[in-house]
């Protein structure tokens, strides 16, 4: 195991290299990853903004209008509380979801010897990414227009979101290493994020459960990246204030890299017999 890990970490600097140096090439694959999930419709790449806006407008009504939850934070109104962590959760869904595809669906890449297999997790979640900047702006001015102007707590939106890069690299190596091997991963996939989506508080208040139980919520790691757009957008704290949660998000997320990176380096000789 001790290894493993070395070949982990002596390897790391070289996977970042090796994306810098095929930067031209990750921007074409996730160009071209973009254009072939939307590519058969009518409205195109307008599916992915129509599909989760119509989802956030659905949550939004029913709790903030049928459920009259109109105020989560003191006096921010429920649709400020609520997008923060939609577009966040809706990034992280997705790439956990596309990630673990990533290399059954580029079989034919995989294939091929010269390629470098690691890059498709990271194109899957690149791919993701450049959905949730678009969301990203709109959050910005929705909040501008209820009188919530860009400050310096702005800035941490970028921490947060290469936080959320480095657990999902992780995760991906990982679930993507095993998904040819074990198809029924899928499934398990989805249901964690269907739990994931309603044990994350993304809809409601942590503060409205009981204490002991608000542990458990805070172990999920999507919850440090949910709260911290929402710290960012609304509470204006900054990251370092939090030392413990992140703390135990950095220590969760190298040990998922770690895992995911040993495991996707053990099974990528064998990937092409089972494609």
């Not at 992780?170 to 991963?185: E, H, Y």
């Not at 969760?252 to 017999?273: N, S």
Request: charged share 15%; proline share 4%.
């Amino acid at each position: 195991m001790k290894k493993n890990k070395n070949l982990v970490f002596r390897g790391f600097p070289d996977f970042v290299k090796g994306l810098i140096f095929n930067r031209r090439l990750v921007s074409q694959l996730v160009e071209k990853d973009i254009r072939e999930e939307y590519l058969g419709s009518f409205l195109g790449i307008l599916w992915a903004f129509i599909q989760p806006l119509f989802f956030i407008m659905a949550i939004w009504f029913v709790f903030a209008i049928g459920l009259r939850g109109a105020r989560m934070s003191g006096d921010v109104p429920f649709l400020l509380y609520l997008i923060p962590g939609m577009v966040m959760w809706l990034f992280f869904s997705n790439s956990l979801n596309n990630g673990a595809n990533s290399i059954v669906k580029n079989s034919y890449l995989v294939k091929q010897m010269v390629f470098r297999v690691s890059l498709l997790p990271v194109v899957k979640i690149i791919s993701s990414m450049t959905v949730h900047f678009f969301f990203l702006v709109m959050v910005l001015v929705v909040f501008a227009a209820h009188g919530f102007f860009p400050d310096l707590y702005y800035l941490q939106l970028i921490y947060y979101l290469g936080a959320a890069f480095f657990l999902l690299l992780g995760i991906t190596f990982f679930t993507s290493a095993v998904l040819p091997f074990f198809r029924d991963l899928n499934q398990v996939i989805q249901i964690v994020v269907r739990l994931g989506f309603w044990f994350t508080p993304i809809f409601w208040n942590i503060d409205k459960i009981p204490h002991k139980y608000q542990i458990l919520v805070k172990a999920n790691p999507a919850y440090y990246l949910v709260m911290g757009y929402r710290d960012c957008l609304i509470y204006k704290v900054w990251f370092w204030e939090r030392p413990l949660l992140s703390a135990y998000f950095w220590f969760f997320a190298l040990v998922v890299f770690l895992l995911g990176a040993i495991v996707f380096r053990r099974t990528k000789p064998h990937f092409a017999d089972v494609l």
